[in-house]
């Protein structure tokens, strides 16, 4: 089993900043790319950015220059570093993860936090 445990989530005024984290635990061998995803109501859930385990970072366009993602693989961690917050950024937040367990490779995700920015 595999879990993915996230945190940091909450409510902000515009232009304030939060960190969101992701910690995988269970039967772990190793975590290949790691992402956040969000979904504001009534609209799907849409890509923010990802990270592999070695290489380039991908973001969205909306959060370039705004948001930051990073990871710490020997704590099974993900990070997003979320910078002048606006309020479009209001929704819950996933991070997904693609794990090798010893049986198989999957992609999990975590239940998802809320991040809501007022205006």
């Known amino acids: 089993q595999v879990q993915l445990v996230e945190s940091g989530g909450g409510l902000v005024q515009s232009g304030e900043s939060l960190r969101l984290s992701c910690a995988a635990s269970?039967?772990?061998?190793?975590?290949?790319?790691m992402g956040w995803y969000r979904q504001a109501p009534g609209k799907q859930r849409e890509l923010v950015a990802t990270i592999p385990r070695e290489g380039v970072t991908n973001y969205a366009d909306s959060v370039k220059g705004r948001f930051t993602i990073s990871r710490d693989n020997a704590k099974n961690t993900v990070y997003l570093q979320m910078d002048n917050l606006k309020p479009e950024d209001t929704a819950v937040y996933y991070c997904?993860?693609?794990?090798?367990?010893?049986?198989?490779?999957?992609?999990?995700w975590g239940q998802g936090t809320q991040v809501t920015v007022s205006s």
């Open positions: 997904k993860a693609t794990i090798r367990t010893i049986a198989r490779v999957l992609d999990y």
């Open positions: 269970g039967n772990v061998v190793v975590i290949y790319t």
